[in-house]
């Protein structure tokens, strides 16, 4: 630790250049993940509202709630309780004079069952007929305010907003909730002989018994919405390549002054200092590095997520973040073992002249 | 009981038909309070001859004691610790650590080494001694060849080592340098009671030797002055 802070201390344009280095990093893999979580917390936010385990679609919509439909024959062999729900989906644009539109998933759902029974709202009350909805905050912050009357697509009717709810965001889009009958109406079925979109259950292993049907998991659903897993896995790539660059350049950069410093290293093992105070001097200097670079990349991760106007979707995820932390100091161990590896085994007697 | 010994050793480095005898049947001894002058060509063996009386290699036979422990016998761990508390080594270049200051030079020791060292007291004195005492805020690289060397100097005793092996102390300084040099470790090991053993080819050390050895050729044999110098 001596010598580690010594050197630092003493080079200090080298190792601020490499902090810096490492700052940047972490702080792009800061960034990255917590528009990660954004995103998919706005994909899945309504879905984690309503705390259901399992849904159900019809078997031949690709497990796509917006083509799935559910006739009302099915839905009455399906032998609701209290633990299931019927919801209708469709994609809806919400407009107002003068005012930003707005693309939101409608989601009809019967006020007896647990989806509106159980929605919280943060200011007026749930729809009481086929003209009121409640719709996510998301209205608000564009402008929106109790009692405004919107349209939806293209039909003339209005609809009022009589409630505001948080956190309702179903694959990105804000959610309107209303009642079954606004569902088929938009739908442009109003008399078919349809329940809805599908049932959504809190048990995980509830059965609709209909050969149409079919139960997923809701980890399965979500992980079909659209967009959702390439999302994913792009971002997941993107974090995982950070973590090998940022291991790369802290290797390469260890290397590169330990060669150098090879031979102080010998005389050091020449005089008798043990392998293993020189070894701990680079993996301390490592840790150094890496933790000053990871603390200075959250500190402006934060910055920058308190700048950011509010549409922007980034979640901090503190577990995660904690965690993607250790993973870099990790990185800086690894980083440092083959540098450690030099000096550990540097051979004293190819520093007397020979 | 001389302070090191060196007996019957035999040093061979490669196999087959690159196998070279480096040292032969070498036998060799210093003690307390002796500058001990060891001269040789190049190549004739001296810096193997440092190294293994320093415990950094081991020779292919024969035996090297410190105070009449054998030092093969050492696991490498006790070999480090002999080295550290034993034995001090001056070496020509990269001695100091670069980014230390001169007195953090000192410090390091005691954060590896946690006794027997110099005290503040005696270390003073020894920085007085070698005319180095207003340097100690300096970094190795704001110092002259000739400085860094006593800096060297002071950090090999600094441990208080019983033996200093110093290796080819006057490469390329001039004939009054070289008289100061010598003068310096004649001086040391009396004052301070140290074996301290000299490897170089520069005869213009002679004049301040106790005693002096020859190598040539892998072979070592006692010389007074006048023999050397004949040659
Ligand atoms: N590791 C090694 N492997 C093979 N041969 C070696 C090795 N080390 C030394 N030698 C050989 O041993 C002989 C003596 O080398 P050494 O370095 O001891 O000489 P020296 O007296 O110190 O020479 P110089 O004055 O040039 O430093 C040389 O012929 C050298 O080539
Ligand atoms: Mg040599």
Redesign the pocket.
Known sequence: MYLALKEIRHEKLRYGLIISMVVLIAYLIFILTSLAFGLAGENTQAINSWDAKSIVLNKDSNISLTQSTITNDQAKDAKLSSKEAVIGSTPVVAKHKGKEKISASFIGARKSQFIIKDLKLTSGHKARNNHQIVVDEKFKTDGYKLGDKVTLNSFKDKYQIVGFTKNAKLNVAPVAYGTMATWKYLRGIPNAPVSGSAIVSKNAKYNAHDSHLKTYSMNKFISKLPGYSAENTTFGFMIGFLMIISLVIIAVFLYILTMQALPTYAVLRAQGIPARALVSTITSQSLILMASGVVIGALLAALTGSLLPVGVPMAFNIPVLTWISIGLMIMGVIGAAIPAQKIATVDPVSVI?? | MSVIELKNINKYFGSGISKVHVLKDVNFAADRGQLILVVGPSGSG??TFLTIAGGLQTPTSGSVEVEGQPVEKLTKGQRDKLRLNRVGFVLQSYNLVPYLKVKEQFAFVDKVKREGNLSKQDLDNLLKQLGISQLVDKFPGELSGGQTQRVAIARALYADPDIVLVDEPTAALDSEKVAEVGKLFKDLAESRNKAVVVVTHDLRLLDFADKTYEILDGKISLKDKEHVLDR
């Open positions: 002249g020979g | 001296k810096s």
